[in-house]
């Protein structure tokens, strides 16, 4: 019985194994991404590929959110430009990972972040976006070094956002505000006249807020 065990674990071991071996050849490039570094259009391709063989021998929320991480930013890349065509399939692709991965794992704040971003690509301001904005607060709301995508995807989904909706993030805002050891990157997510006229909004009833605001934009411009 015990080795019948040991050969049944290392059965079960061998597709985990094989998708940790494919996965890695994705590495190097998923790692120039997400460092903005200079990359090309077949080594994004064959890194997508590398992942595409992890998920087959091994589908889980882990793999399927690497994949969707990768997916993402090849569609979103300054570096090069893929077709239309191309670039919507990679989003659409990244969203059916980030949806198959959260209903097995939902209470990744980051992952719903990402499909907030995806689906605004995708479709531009809307419920669609927000609904995975708003489950990524209430999933990790006072996760830090998550706020500056979020802020700006807030900004970015305003007109979209119902009232009651508009209530609580700006609730979380300011609550952000309070906590936030280093508030430069307020300044930062500002890219319009409009952006700023929000963030003041978000942060009317902090003392000394508007002041501090006015003296990071500023330093920005410098």
């Known amino acids: 019985m015990l080795g019948l065990g040991g050969v049944l674990l290392i059965w079960l071991c061998i597709p985990v194994a094989r998708s940790a071996w494919q996965a890695q050849y994705a590495d190097p490039v998923a790692n120039k991404l997400r460092l903005?570094?200079?990359?090309?259009?077949?080594?994004?391709?064959?890194?997508?590929?590398?992942?595409?063989?992890?998920?087959?021998?091994d589908p889980t929320a882990g793999r399927r959110?690497?994949?969707?991480e990768l997916l993402m930013a090849a569609a979103l890349s300054p570096f090069f430009t893929p077709t239309t065509e191309?670039?919507?399939?990679?989003?659409?692709?990244?969203?059916?990972?980030?949806?198959?991965?959260l209903a097995v794992d939902p209470g990744r704040g980051l992952q719903w972040l990402r499909l907030a971003s995806v689906r605004l690509a995708l479709g531009g301001p809307s419920q669609q976006s927000i609904a995975p904005l708003m489950m990524s607060i209430d999933t990790a709301a006072m996760l830090e070094w998550i706020w500056p995508v979020r802020l700006q995807l807030?900004?970015?989904?305003?007109?979209?956002?119902?009232p009651a909706q508009r209530d609580k993030v700006a609730v979380y805002v300011a609550q952000t505000w309070q906590l936030s050891t280093d508030r430069r990157w307020f300044a930062s997510t500002i890219r319009s006249p409009v952006d700023e006229l929000f963030v003041r909004y978000f942060l009317r009833n902090e003392p000394g807020a508007q002041d501090e605001i006015t003296r990071l934009l500023a330093e920005r411009k410098k």
């Open 36 to 57: 903005n570094y200079q990359t090309s259009l077949d080594e994004v391709v064959m890194g997508i590929e590398a992942l595409d063989r992890a998920v087959a021998s």
């Open 65 to 68: 959110f690497q994949r969707s």
């Open 86 to 101: 191309q670039r919507a399939d990679w989003l659409r692709f990244a969203e059916a990972d980030l949806v198959a991965g």
């Open 154 to 162: 807030i900004l970015d989904n305003w007109q979209a956002l119902t």
